[in-house]
């Protein structure tokens, strides 16, 4: 069975500072896949990114980074210079490779609220 | 624009009166899914489908019933709410193949009372 774990629930800070959101992830699978996902206040849920089991190499995308490392299960996110526009809560989700006519569902963490103040 | 629309946003309803979320999507995806979220839960799959006529159970389907009689649309159905079906729910859709990300809807908050 998969599980995803997300450790933080809340985290506060202060603007501009850097913040990284903590992902662990179980499966038994060697291919999978891992995502996380943004819900902001007004409540829907925004992708951000995807990584594959294979590719272990670490992305940037703006302020956003991503740490994935298939030696400890985890997943991590970055956040350089945080602004008060990221306050949300962010979820890491993980799916198994789903062969033909399987369901290859995400299995979601619980979240991490994060607040950011002026 | 590529979107999932779901429909009602908001519900505030009473035990047993059968209710109907509709989920649509112009992405001509094979594959639809619903979740539902709870607090301290996070969110969990109520039932998906791979595709027209093809649908099967998630892990909380008690108390719920979808259909899938054309690609765009995926309905969800309550036939008779109960308080603990109160919750946010979203339907999502995505590509086929592995590894696609699921697009979701903007959810639609139920209130069972």
């Known amino acids: 069975a998969q599980k995803v774990t997300q450790a933080q629930t809340e985290i506060s800070v202060v603007e501009k500072e850097d913040v990284t959101l903590d992902c662990v992830y179980e499966?038994?699978?060697?291919?999978?896949?891992l995502f996380w996902y943004k819900q902001p206040p007004s409540g829907e849920l925004v992708f951000l990114i995807r990584?594959?089991?294979?590719?272990?190499q670490n992305e940037i995308s703006g302020r956003y980074s991503w740490n994935f490392q298939k030696s400890t299960s985890s997943f991590n996110f970055t956040i350089t210079a945080s602004q008060v526009v990221d306050s949300a809560v962010y979820f890491c989700?993980?799916?198994?490779?789903?062969?033909?006519?399987?369901?290859?569902?995400?299995?979601f963490g619980k979240g991490i609220t994060l607040s950011v103040r002026p | 624009e590529a979107q999932v629309t779901q429909n009602p946003r908001y519900l505030i309803t009473v035990t047993g009166k059968k209710l109907t979320v509709t989920c649509s999507q112009n992405?001509?995806?094979?594959?639809m899914s619903w979740y539902r979220q709870d607090p301290g839960l996070g969110l969990r799959q109520i039932y998906y489908?791979?595709?027209?006529?093809?649908?099967d159970k998630g892990d909380v389907p008690e108390g719920y019933k979808v259909s899938r009689k054309e690609k765009r649309n995926f309905p969800l159905i309550l036939e008779s709410p109960s308080p603990n079906q109160t919750s946010l729910y979203f339907c999502?859709?995505?590509?086929?193949?592995?590894?696609?990300?699921?697009?979701f809807g903007d959810g639609t908050r139920l209130s069972i009372l």
């Open positions: 999502a859709s995505r590509q086929t193949g592995q590894g696609q990300p699921q697009h």
């Open positions: 499966t038994r699978d060697t291919t999978y896949y």
């Open positions: 990584r594959n089991s294979f590719d272990e």
């Open positions: 989700a993980l799916s198994e490779a789903g062969w033909g006519g399987a369901n290859s569902k995400l299995t």
């Open positions: 992405m001509n995806h094979e594959y």
């Open positions: 489908s791979m595709n027209v006529e093809v649908t």
